[in-house]
T-cell receptor, first 113, second 113 residues
Framework: AQSVTQPDIHITVSEGASLELRCNYS??????LFWYVQSPGQGLQLLLKYFSGDTLVQGIKGFEAEFKRSQSSFNLRKPSVHWSDAAEYFCAVATGGGNKLTFGTGTQLKVEL | EPEVTQTPSHQVTQMGQEVILRCVPISNHLYFYWYRQILGQKVEFLVS????????KSEIFDDQFSVERPDGSNFTLKIRSTKLEDSAMYFC???????????FGQGTRLTVV
């Protein structure tokens, strides 16, 4: 069965510092990968997605992610974090023809001013 | 920008009561989903719906749960006899097709007392 692992439950970074959130997946076929962000009390907003092609994908709010098949990873990065980026970040993999999403446990990002 | 709309945003119900959570997916989308997030836990898939029938459901989605698309715009989740452990945030999502990005609603926070 497919699974997604986000090894970091909490991460704290200073505003302006770079950020990398880790995501590893387990899935037999070619995965469709996503990063979503959830602000407190809010829904899930799509940051970026990987379906095929270029393994470095750009998303909204200055985020990017790199798909590495050999490492089964899809890490999220941002060169310079803003205080408004504080939120919970979920990595997800789509499986099955109907696009069911399997989510990781999430990484809570705190930004220090 | 089109969006998925969920009502109500918050519902409190007594244990054993029936609740109906409502969603209006994006109008040209064909696949519909319900997910839930128990406080502090990850987002879990409940059910997917396509062509007026359930296409996949999780172990969580037992006989107490049902989904319906009563008209051309609404998509509902019914819980027949709520239990304390049904307390969670319930998210509706829709996709245009298989393996396309999912758009999520803002969620309905269900509290069972």
């Amino acid at each position: 069965a497919q699974s997604v692992t986000q090894p970091d439950i909490h991460i704290t970074v200073s505003e302006g510092a770079s950020l990398e959130l880790r995501c590893n997946y387990s899935y037999g076929a070619t995965p469709y990968l996503f990063w979503y962000v959830q602000s407190p009390g809010q829904g899930l907003q799509l940051l970026l997605k990987y379906f095929s092609g270029d393994t470095l994908v750009q998303g909204i709010k200055g985020f990017e992610a790199e798909f590495k098949r050999s490492q089964s990873s899809f890490n999220l990065r941002k060169p310079s974090v803003h205080w408004s980026d504080a939120a919970e970040y979920f990595c997800a993999v789509a499986t099955g023809g109907g696009n069911k999403l399997t989510f990781g446990t999430g990484t809570q990002l705190k930004v220090e001013l | 920008e089109p969006e998925v709309t969920q009502t109500p945003s918050h519902q409190v119900t007594q244990m054993g009561q029936e609740v109906i959570l409502r969603c209006v997916p994006i109008s040209n989308h064909l696949y519909f989903y319900w997910y839930r997030q128990i406080l502090g836990q990850k987002v879990e898939f409940l059910v997917s719906f396509y062509n007026n029938e359930i296409s996949e459901k999780s172990e969580i989605f037992d006989d107490q749960f049902s989904v319906e698309r009563p008209d051309g715009s609404n998509f509902t989740l019914k819980i027949r006899s709520t239990k304390l452990e049904d307390s969670a945030m319930y998210f509706c999502a829709s996709t245009e097709g298989p393996n396309t990005e999912a758009f999520f609603g803002q969620g309905t926070r269900l509290t069972v007392v």
